[in-house]
Each structure stands twice: as C-alpha cells, then as structure tokens.
C-alpha cells in the first residue's frame, strides 16, 4: 500500500494526461530513504546517520473513498508502449495499455481515450479495477467518472465476499449500480484446473447490483448446488458484503422423535438500521403449521425485542398452542430526575410448552423452563434518592410426575436507596435501604394462600475498612427490621410480626508475597490468610413465611458472609468464625493469575436454632472443609476444582473437577465431573454423580485453521456433549454432530437428545446447509442454537471478526 503512495499524492490537474512512468520515477526518486550507509558510500552515510529514521506516515490522500466532489478534479495516468493522439482532445493506447484515474484502473491491449466526453473505448484482454472490484473482458465502452458503459464477454470478482460469475453483459448503469446478463454468481474459490466448476452457484437471466445497499438481486435462474438444480429463483436477492439485509437465512430440516420432520425457513426483514425481524414459519408432520416472530428495536433511549410463537392446531395436543416474550429497557433524563422503565413479559399456552417447544428456532430460553416469570419496573432516581416500584408474577408449569410448589408474586414491591458515596471519602460504607412488598400466591387447588401478606423490611449497614500496608481489617455492623402484616391469622400465628435483628462481623486478612521459582518458572506468589468473624443474636422466626428466602450455596463466596441464606425471611443466628487460607502464583510480567489454592473452614461458638425446616442446621463445632483451585497450565490448559470434605464422616460431600484443552482456532475440549451426596449424615448413596464431556475438533482434510478463514480443501468438524449420570447409569444429556466447511458453503448434522424428566425425553436430528456469501447465519437458527448453547467453547465456523477488506488490499 505504501509502494503506491508517491503516484497518489501528485496535484490534481483536470483532464491533463501524463505518463505513468516517469511520474511514478520522479516521486520515488524524492521519497526513497538513504540507504548509502549499506552500499559503503561513506559520505552518504554521515548524512544518514545526522537525519532521523524515516517514519511512515498516514496520508490524506490514502483514503478508503475518494470524495465525490473532488473525483472529477483528479488526474489521469497513462501507461502504454506506444502513445498517440493530439494534445487535450484524445490519445490512443496501444501494447500494455492502462489508464489510472482515482480508484479506478483500466488495462487492455488498445485503449482510445477522449478528452471531451470522458470516454474509453478498450478491446482485447479487458481489465478494471474499480476500489478492490475486478471486471474482466474482451471490449469496453465507458465513461470514466460516470463509470457508465458496456463490458461484453465479462467476468466479475468483488472485494468484499469474494463472490464472482461470468455475464455476456456487464452494464455500468453508474460508480454503484450495475446488471449483468446471463449471468452466474458465487463465492466458491476458483482453482486452477480447467475442468473447475463452483459447488454452488446462482444461475440467471439477469442480476441487478448495488453497492450501495450491497445486495443483489437475480432475476430468471436457479440456485445450483454441485451441478443439480435444487432452488428455482424467479427473484432473489443476496449480500455483496457483510452488511445487514432482507433475504432468506439457512432453512433447517430436522426430524424430532414427537414432532416427526420438522422444516424451518427463517426470513430476516431489516426494516432500518435500528430495526429488524426475523420471521419463522415452521412445518411440523405430526403437529402441523406454527409461525414464529421476533422483532428488535434501538433507539437512543430506548431498547427492547418481541418474541412471537404461535400454531394454531397442535393435531397431538388438540389445541391452539402460543408464547410470547417481550422485553423492553428504557430511561429518561427529567429536570426532576432520570427515570427508567424496564419490562420482561413472559408467557406461554399451557404447561407441556416447555416439554414440546423449547426446541423452536429462535424460541427464547426461558420458554425451555417449568418456571417462566414476568416483570415490570419503574425507577427514580435524583440525587442520593433512588426510588423503584416493581412488580413480578411466576408461571408454572406443572408436571404430574414433578410438581413445583409456586412461588410467591410480588405484586407490587416499593423499594428505596439512600446514595453514600460522599461517606466513602470519608472511609466509611453505608447502607441504607427500605422496601415494602405485596406477597401473593397462586397455589394448585384455591386462589388464596393462608401466607399471602404485606412484608416491610430496611436494612441500615455501617462499616470502616482499614487498609494496612500487607493487610486490611473491617468492621461492620447491621440491623436488619421487618414487619409482617397477613391476611389471614390463627391461634398460632398473629397477623402481624415485628421483629429486628442486629449483625456483627469482623472481616480481617493479610496478604504476604514473594518471587519463587515452579516448574523452571519465575513467579510471584501470595500467601493470603483470612479471618472472618460473625454474630447474629437468636431471634425465633418460624411463624413467618418463606417469601424469597433459600439456602446460600456453601463455597469460597458465601463461607465470608454473615448470613448463610438468601432473601430477607430468614437471618440466621451465626456465632462463628471463618478461617481461610489462598495462595496465588502471578506472572511477575503482567500480574495475570496463573494458579490459585485455597482452603477454609468455620468453627461454630453454638448451634444454628433459625432454619427453613428442611435444611440441615449448623452444629457446635468446626463445618465442612472448602478446598479450591484454579490452574492455567499455559495458553492451551487450564483446571479448576472444589472439594468439600465432612470430617465427621470423612467422605466427600461435594466435588467439581473440570478441565478445557484449547490448542487453537476451532479445537477445544472440555471435561468435568460433579458429585454431591444429598446428605452427607445419612445414606451414602444417595444424591448424583455425573460426568460432563464436550468437544469441537476437525477431523480430516484442510489446512488452514484461522477464525473467519476458509480452510483450504474443506474439513470434518466433529461437536457434541456428553452429559452421564453415574447415580442413574443412563446418558441424560446428549449432542453429536459434524459440520463440512468447504471453501463456499457449510454443512451441519446434528443429533439431540435432552431429557424433560426422570422417564421422558426428546431426540432430534437436525440438517443445515449454508452458502457462504448468499444465505448468511442466523444465531437463533438450529442446529447452530443447540451447538451454542450446549458445547462449551464451541466456536461457529467462519465466526470473522476483522475489519471489511480494504480497496487497498487489491490494488492494482
């Protein structure tokens, strides 16, 4: 690119022709750096060595595009073995010919160029670049700066998708329209064999081009695929570049072991720059027609996605089946404050949707789920006050088999915040927050729940961190109040509860590091000890209900807390004290963590009395061990595992190990094993074990492995996930597919089989083929949503993230 900055930076002079060459010698010879000093020419070389390093620099003239107002002030170049003409009206070309204007160059064996109407004529071994696009002929007739004219016998390529064809006829219509006639079109790379045709291609009448939009759209043909007609296109349009664009996206063919063959064809609709949908209709043998929608909008102060799902006779269901999701984010700066809307509306027919859709393309994840909830929220905030009200209702979806109690709705929850930023200055953490909430819930067999009521609760927090030289200590105080009002009231339980209760802790460590040496490397390594201290007075809080309270998950996060469960019904009365012990191994370069260990434990002062009724209360005395670590091997390997160990039973009570192998583009493998005793003080085979394995790896043929590349020759990718479950001896989970990515289309089959419960499941095998450069990916699309989803690191082919080729990188 930089070898062809002299012949661009010369003055523009209108119409005045000049040759080539010595254009191009004189602007060398005055910007080409001394080199005496290599030479041995001494005197050259002190003159050398008193300037400094040439250095390149951008140009103003390098630019990607050529302004418009200034295009028909550019010189012309010409180039040619035998020039003739008269001065300022015409030149004729001959032997070599070219002719270079802006970002366009014309070659031929004969170019007749005139002055007045800015017109070539050019026959034998045509060829035009114009900005990165190649056409190439047998004879020409053009305007230069209109770009207006005829090609016969042409061939075309474009810069940006590689996409190519032969045409009887090119016709110029200007710099960003065109139509060729009789015309082929593909991305397939072209070798150098005579007997070369494209796996694919489009055949047709004619194909109308435009750069602007960067679509094509072709008129009269078929799409061929390995030299079979499979598509009639009376008319059909295609990307010229990665651009957004109305059009077909790759169909799915699947055959579902419920649903029988299913066929999706997904059409993409981009209404504007900020706004698209993606229209599904879907057949499916055994159930019948279904449609579904998603529709996407962003603007400067708003976002949001609607998501349709409908099928009017489900023949297995004998019924109207249908979904919808909507979401929706959006604020507003007032002179009395920002305010904020947020909306997550959520809901489906009836309660197998979850068993039978949750595999439709482009369907949400929460229509995979038996608990789908909606949500609605207004904020605002001014100054150190935030104010939100809010409301959140649950759908159910039960099964006979598995009955889920419902959860409680908020309807609605009033909550407000007392910004303290300008306390921290001060070295002090405050909290203040109170909220007041409606609790309604929808059980199986009566609307009205005995513990449906009004919950109050604010939580004032008060700290002071002490940041030592090597260490810190924190002490901390809370008060957490409530009152409970219920609609309904018995002998044993008022209808109203107060109560308030106060937490101590005092959260203190060190940290300690040296340079140390592991496996021939330099390290630095930390030595971490922590001491975490906590007291909760007893309060009894049985007669209240569980609004949105559940056991914390025991791990090196919540074994540093004072409360050992979430939500605001329960504070557990801890006296306790947690000690821990990490240590860190650093790359002394950059600071990255290469390995981590750690252990901790608690040592109760008394036993835990406030529970849910169904967990397991902490006893007097030292807890489960926590044993963790973390290693990244090098760029390729990496582990994590955790251990927690009973020392009373001296077993295990729960274990995860896992490992990834990622040695390059598009190969990773990954392993894990997870285990859990359900109760670690009763029987010991009870709870699950299961072993995880997931890959995506090329088999055989190929070359080339870069995201975004093309791999020379095509290549087998083989993806999948295993998930076993060695409590049950039987595969719960399972995805295997292979994907074909040859130079200009990609091909999927994939297997599915996922279980919906302990005695049912679903299998699917689904096809996908995909031209590159002419249908393009949709990221709701199965099977690519399933390999998404399920395979962890899992990287769809030709997934390119690079800038769009640049006119410069075929410049002639």
């Avoid at 080199?35 to 390149?56: E, F, K, R, V």
């Avoid at 064999?193 to 960067?214: F, G, K, Q, Y």
């Avoid at 059980?443 to 030592?468: A, C, E, H, I, V």
């Avoid at 099977?783 to 690191?793: A, F, H, I, K, Y």
Wanted: some cysteine.
């Amino acid at each position: 690119m930089s070898s062809h900055a002299p012949a661009l930076t010369s003055q523009p002079l209108p119409h005045r022709l000049r040759p080539l060459a010595a254009s191009l010698a004189l602007v060398w010879a005055a910007t080409t750096p001394w080199t005496a000093h290599a030479q041995g020419q001494t005197g050259h070389s002190l003159w050398h060595s008193a300037l400094p390093a040439p250095q390149l620099k951008p140009s103003a003239q390098l630019q990607e595009a050529v302004d418009p107002t200034l295009r028909g002030q550019l010189p012309s170049y010409i180039r040619a073995e035998q020039i003739s003409g008269q001065a300022d009206i015409n030149a004729v070309l001959e032997g070599g010919a070219e002719l270079r204007r802006a970002d366009t160059v014309i070659r031929a064996d004969r170019v007749e160029y005139t002055l007045a109407d800015d017109t070539v004529h050019a026959q034998g071994n045509v060829h035009i670049n114009r900005a990165g696009n190649v056409y190439q002929g047998t004879a020409l007739k053009m305007q230069v700066d209109a770009f207006q004219g005829d090609f016969n016998n042409a061939t075309y390529q474009f810069l940006a998708t590689q996409g190519h064809g032969d045409a009887d006829r090119v016709q110029f219509l200007d710099r960003d329209h065109s139509v060729v006639y009789r015309a082929t079109y593909t991305t397939c790379l072209r070798d150098d064999s005579a007997s070369w045709t494209p796996d694919w291609m489009i055949r047709a009448d004619r194909i109308e081009l435009d750069h602007v939009e960067d679509v094509g759209v072709a008129y009269g043909g078929a799409l061929e695929f390995k030299g079979v007609p499979i598509l009639p296109v009376p008319a059909i349009s295609f990307p010229l570049s990665d651009k957004r664009k109305s059009g077909l996206l790759p169909p799915t063919i699947g055959i579902d072991s419920k649903s029988g063959v299913e066929y999706s064809q997904p059409y993409y609709w981009n209404i504007a720059p900020n706004r698209d949908a993606t229209i599904t209709p879907m057949l499916m043998s055994k159930r019948g027609v279904s449609l579904g929608t998603q529709f996407r909008y962003l603007e400067p102060g708003y976002n949001g996605a609607l998501d349709l799902q409908y099928m009017p006779d489900d023949k297995l269901r004998d019924r109207a089946r249908w979904a919808y999701g909507f979401k929706h984010q959006g604020s507003l700066n007032a002179p009395l404050g920002d305010l904020g809307l947020k909306l997550n509306l959520n809901r489906v027919s009836d309660d197998n949707y979850w068993r039978d859709f949750s595999s439709l393309s482009g369907s949400r994840s929460s229509y995979q789920q038996r608990l789908i909830g909606s949500d609605a929220a207004l904020s605002w905030t001014t100054g150190r006050h935030e104010l939100s009200l809010s409301a959140q209702r649950w759908q159910v979806l039960q099964d006979v088999d598995a009955p889920i109690a419902p959860p409680f709705n908020r309807m609605p929850q009033l909550r407000w915040n007392y910004n303290t930023n300008d306390w921290a200055a001060q070295g002090w953490d405050v909290t203040l927050m109170a909220e007041t909430t409606r609790f309604e819930a929808d059980t199986w067999d009566q609307r009205n729940n005995p513990d449906n009521g009004q919950r109050s609760y604010s939580l004032t927090s008060l700290s002071r961190p002490f940041l030592l030289p090597g260490g810190f200590i924190t002490p901390k105080v809370q008060l957490h109040a409530a009152n409970y009002q219920f609609d309904d009231f018995s002998a044993s339980r008022p209808n109203n509860k107060s109560l308030a209760i106060p937490t101590f802790s005092l959260d203190s460590g060190l940290v300690f590091e040296r340079d140390t040496l592991a496996l021939s490397r330099n390290y630095v390594q930390t030595l971490e000890p922590r001491v975490f201290y906590t007291y909760t007075p007893y309060r009894d809080q049985s007669m209240l209900p569980l609004y949105d309270t559940a056991l914390a998950d025991f791990n090196f996060g919540s074994i540093y807390s004072e409360n050992s469960y979430t939500g605001r019904d329960r504070i557990a009365d801890n006296h306790m004290v947690t000690l821990g012990l990490t240590t860190r191994y650093l790359n002394p370069t950059d600071g990255a963590e290469v390995a981590r260990f750690g252990v901790a434990q608690r040592l109760r002062f008394a036993d835990q009395r406030v529970g849910l009724g169904y967990d397991t209360l902490g006893q007097k005395g030292w807890s489960d061990i926590l044993i963790g670590a973390g290693v990244n091997w090098n760029s390729r390997w990496s582990t994590d595992a955790l251990v927690q160990y009973n020392r009373d039973t001296q077993r295990t009570a729960r274990s995860a190990i896992s490992g990834r192998y990622t040695p390059g583009p598009y190969k990773t493998l990954s392993a894990a094993y997870r285990y859990q005793r359900e109760n670690s003080l009763q029987v010991a085979n009870q709870g699950s074990e299961q072993i995880d394995f997931g890959w995506q790896w090329p088999l055989s043929g190929g070359r080339k492995d870069t995201f975004g590349a093309a791999p020379s020759g095509g290549r087998w990718y083989s993806v999948g996930r295993l998930n076993y479950s060695m409590y049950d001896k039987k595969l719960v989970d399972a995805i295997v597919g292979f994907e074909y990515d040859s130079c200009c289309w990609i091909g999927r089959v994939v297997v599915e089989r996922m279980q919906n419960s302990r005695s049912d499941s679903n299998t699917r095998l689904l096809f996908q083929l995909e031209f590159v450069g002419f249908s393009r990916l949709s990221l709701g699309a199965d099977p690519l949503r399933s390999l998404q989803e399920n395979v962890p690191g899992y990287r769809p082919l030709r997934d390119r993230s690079g800038p769009v080729p640049s006119r410069f990188s075929n410049y002639d």
